[in-house]
T-cell receptor, first 120, second 112 residues
Framework: NAGVMQNPRHLVRRRGQEARLRCSPM?????VYWYRQLPEEGLKFMVY????????ESGMPKERFSAEFPKEGPSILRIQQVVRGDSAAYFC??????????????????FGPGTRLTVL | LAKTTQPISMDSYEGQEVNITCSHN???????ITWYQQFPSQGPRFIIQ???TKVTNEVASLFIPADRKSSTLSLPRVSLSDTAVYYC?????????????FGTGTQLKVEL
């Protein structure tokens, strides 16, 4: 069972261009999360999606950023008109289901290797 | 979301036991405590999770006192390959999902 896959692993863009980051969750996982990690910092939650639905986008910047998880295909994190401050590692994680209160199962998310975005 | 505090860095030697303590004074009733490990240029990897008392798996133990305001990750007999950043997270299972809140973590350096 392949793990979470992200591509590209490295992406270089010039200011003003668009960046598209792809995430294929583990087989059987229908919940996807995106996180951003700036240098020397911990990961920051951006958005939580299920198939065809955005469940929680409280960590997404209000402008230029969007995410989708279509019925078929990978989840896409899209950054329009990139700026230098968007340079970071973007990690995708997946889990098999939403964990409900009182669920005794492990609350585990499986992370991909990340996409390192560099904005020139 | 509960805020966590953990040491910025720790040093150890191969074969020693390492204990990393995390403070989470505002932990909520529904919150679990989870530890992740991250190597450079990789995504975090789940180590262990617990709610109270003690949890042990093949790589680590997690000790949680009765008041749950802190927790200690214990790594027995560390090796060079355990050099990584370790994150303590607390999070609930209620509401709109399962988002994880990472702090700055503890950089563990293991030497010969």
């Amino acid at each position: 069972n392949a793990g979470v896959m992200q591509n590209p692993r490295h992406l270089v863009r010039r200011r003003g261009q668009e960046a598209r980051l792809r995430c294929s969750p583990m087989k059987g996982h229908s919940h996807v999360y995106w996180y951003r990690q700036l240098p020397e910092e911990g990961l920051k939650f951006m958005v939580y999606l299920q198939k065809e639905n955005i469940i929680d986008e409280s960590g997404m910047p209000k402008e230029r950023f969007s995410a989708e998880f279509p019925k078929e295909g990978p989840s896409i994190l899209r950054i329009q008109q990139v700026v230098r401050g968007d340079s970071a590692a973007y990690f995708c994680a997946s889990s098999p289901r939403k964990f409900l209160a009182g669920d005794s199962s492990y609350n585990e998310q499986f992370f991909g290797p990340g996409t390192r975005l560099t904005v020139l | 979301l509960a805020k966590t505090t953990q040491p910025i860095s720790m040093d150890s030697y191969e074969g020693q036991e390492v204990n990393i303590t995390c403070s989470h004074n505002n932990i909520a009733t529904n919150d679990y405590i989870t530890w992740y490990q991250q190597f450079p240029s990789q995504g975090p990897r789940f180590i262990i999770q617990g709610y109270k008392t003690k949890v042990t798996n093949e790589v680590a133990s997690l000790f949680i006192p009765a008041d749950r305001k802190s927790s200690t990750l214990s790594l027995p007999r560390v090796s060079l390959s355990d050099t990584a950043v370790y994150y303590c997270l607390v999070g609930g299972l209620t509401g709109g999902g399962n988002k994880l809140t990472f702090g700055t973590g503890t950089q563990l350096k293991v030497e010969l």
